[in-house]
């Protein structure tokens, strides 16, 4: 995991609001939104929300 790719730092626009925060809220109820599938262009922040959804729920749960 990336310590540089959390949520606090991720920038946030109209193309990837709603990847935010479904992946902000995957966090909070795992089971709610599972399987959370994001898809989406090059840059969009793909690979960063998954890295901070890692970081968020690592503490508690195994991620690979």
Same mark, same amino acid.
């Given at each position: 995991m ?6 606090? %730092?991720?920038? @946030? ?10 992946s ?9 939104? %599972?399987?959370?599938f @994001?898809?989406?262009?090059i840059g969009?922040g793909?690979t960063?929300?998954?890295?901070? @959804? ?10 690979m």
């Open positions: 990336d310590p540089n790719k959390s949520f606090e %730092n991720f920038v @946030i626009g109209k193309s990837n609001n709603l990847a935010y925060q479904a902000q809220k995957v966090c909070e109820q795992i089971a709610h939104y %599972n399987p959370l @994001i898809y989406g262009g969009m793909k960063h929300l998954l890295n901070s @959804i890692g970081l968020e729920v690592g503490e508690s749960k195994k991620v």
